[in-house]
Structure formats: C-alpha cells, structure tokens
Antibody, heavy 119, light 107 residues
Framework: QVQLVESGGGVLQPGRTLRLSCAAS????????MHWVRQAPGKGLEWVAA????????YYADSVKGRFTISRDNSKNTLYLQMNSLRAEDTAVYYC????????????WGQGTLVTVSS | DIQMTQSPSSLSASVGDRVTITCRASQSISRYLNWYQQKPGKAPKLLIYAASSLQSGVPSTFSGSGSGTDFTLTISSLQPEDFASYYC?????????FGQGTKVEIK
C-alpha cells in the first residue's frame, strides 16, 4: 500500500535551517510529481512547493520562494524540503503529498511533521 | 495567482441533512478542481478530483459539480463521520491554491 512518512520536524530559532524528508513506499516513486503542503496551528491548508516526477521542474509559493528548496532522490524514494532562514510564520505541520496526474489532485498524504520556529 | 473562495466558512447541520459547499475561483480553471476532507489531527483526504470524479473508496453520498469558476461539493445525507473541515483546491496552475476551508459542525 502507498505510504508517505515525513520526518525532520522540530523546534528551532528564527533564522535557522531545517531539512524535512518524506520516505515513499508502495508505488513507483519516480513516476509521480510530489508536493509539500503546510498547515499553521488552527489555520487552513497552504501549498508550499511541488516537483516533477524526474526533478526537472520545481515550483514554490511566494511565501517561501528563495528560502525553501524542494528536491528528490528517486534512487532512495525520498522527497526533501530544505528550509532556510526560517521565520515564526513558517510554524506549521508540513505534509508531503503525491500528485495524481493528470487531474492534479493530491491522492496520498503523509501524517505530517511539526515545525515550530520560536525564539 | 488564482484565488479560491469557499462559502460558507462554517455550517451547522444534522445527521441526514443535505449539505452544499461552494468554491469560486478568481479566474476560469476549467475542471481542475479538487475537494478534500480533513478531520482534527489528521492529514487531508482527497474526496473529489477533476470537479466531479469520486476518489476510490469515497462514499457516493459525496458529489461534486461545476466548471469554469463555480464549483459545488454536496453531501446528500450527512453521516456522523462527515463532521470535518472541507477544502477546495485548484490544480489548473501553480501556486496550487486552496480555499480557506469550511467547517461542518453538528447542530
């Protein structure tokens, strides 16, 4: 069965760096685009970034552009989110999700990992 | 960027009620519209993709309609397990924007 498992969340100070991972199993990871979506405490869903199945294209929300980098290692079935220059407003649960091309819906989600940015 | 506006932001309903949630896009997105359900402390779950296609395993009490800029999610007979938050999301272009959500509560 399809599984997405995020890791790497934690508590850190503003300006610091963190890398999230999303380990995929149960499907051919290299055939699917992937997304990161976040949810601040008590708030709605915010799309963060996406990457094509082969890593050839990346897309970002304006709120993270220039600070976050999405990447993938298809040999390890793993998706990453490198988060630099973290701010308090980046505090959220971060989910990875699979893109169900061609509709673009996100058909499988991980359980999420909490990132808290606080001084 | 395409803005997605859901209404209402919350509603109270009883088991067995018919519930309708609307989502409006700031520009035409054809049928690139998806609906998700989220329960507290859980990841979102895809209910409807491409405006009206039911995701595998989702009860037929859920249905979606619309195209262009106006879309609707309908729950034909609300069940106890349907009390949750619902989000629309466009997949026409990046950024893949979500609506602000609709919380369905027990009356």
């Amino acid at each position: 069965q399809v599984q997405l498992v995020e890791s790497g969340g934690g508590v850190l100070q503003p300006g610091r760096t963190l890398r999230l991972s999303c380990a995929a199993s149960g499907f051919t990871f290299s055939s699917y685009g992937m997304h990161w979506v976040r949810q601040a405490p008590g708030k709605g869903l915010e799309w963060v970034a996406a990457i094509w199945y082969d890593g050839s294209n990346e897309y970002y929300a304006d709120s993270v552009k220039g600070r976050f980098t999405i990447s993938r290692d298809n040999s390890k079935n793993t998706l990453y989110l490198q988060m630099n220059s973290l701010r308090a407003e980046d505090t959220a649960v971060y989910y990875c999700a699979r893109d169900s091309h061609p509709s673009g819906g996100m058909d499988y989600w991980g359980q999420g990992t909490l990132v808290t940015v606080s001084s | 960027d395409i803005q997605m506006t859901q209404s209402p932001s919350s509603l109270s309903a009883s088991v067995g009620d018919r519930v309708t949630i609307t989502c409006r896009a700031s520009q035409s997105i054809s049928r690139y519209l998806n609906w998700y359900q989220q329960k507290p402390g859980k990841a979102p779950k895809l209910l409807i993709y491409a405006a009206s296609s039911l995701q595998s395993g989702v009860p037929s009490t859920f249905s979606g309609s619309g195209s262009g800029t106006d879309f609707t999610l309908t729950i034909s007979s609300l069940q106890p397990e349907d009390f949750a938050s619902y989000y629309c999301q466009q997949s026409y272009s990046t950024p893949r924007t979500f609506g602000q959500g609709t919380k369905v509560e027990i009356k």
